[in-house]
């Protein structure tokens, strides 16, 4: 029997305060006050004053990201975190092609192209983005873009994950985890289970 690392034997053991602090975390990450504040009620749990920090106006920039309106998005992300969009170029091309997609969406194809050609076509001069660009461009070439084989690209997922980003982003901003505690833990334990299934492979070789 192959020999494992003796810390991943060492007590791991979770509190129920760990638990509700997690989960605490997850609440305010994604800015379910309403919920938190039922949860702290509930479990007489205190909130740490960084929680407290514009989730109110977080939660309105995600709300407008998922609805599809960018343009506010993009103008209360400057309003609340000045100068994040200008430094995260991946960032702000996502959300300024979001806008270019949801003017597909409405069938605004002129409107579509003429802001694409003001917006994104500087874009075009960065390698990682050209890809991006023509698949967003190839959208006008349909009738019903919803039909074409970029269709992921009108998907709520999409505008959920530039929502996820921006959210990220702006935690980071403000000095402030860009992941909650439950993502951490789910990461930590993706790369412990990624080393066990290591040493399993390894021990079936070495024999």
Known sequence: MMDLDPRLYEDASVSDNDVRNIVLSYLMHNCFKETAETF??????????DYTVDVDKRKAILNFVVEGDAVKAIELT?????????????????????????????????????????????FGKVSKYVEKLEDFMALLAYEEPEKSPMFHLLAPEYR??????????????ANLPAYSSLERVIQQSTVVRQYLQQEVDKAFLDK
């Open 40 to 49: 702290l009620s509930s479990t007489g749990l205190k909130l740490p004053v």
């Open 160 to 173: 959920q994950n530039v929502a996820d980003s921006l959210n990220r982003a702006i935690l980071a901003h």
């Open 78 to 122: 400057e309003e609340l975190a000045p100068n994040l969009l200008e430094n995260d170029m991946d960032l702000h091309f996502d959300l300024i092609s979001l806008h270019f997609i949801e003017l597909i969406r409405s069938r605004k194809c002129t409107e579509a192209l003429e802001f694409g050609q003001k917006k994104l076509t500087p």
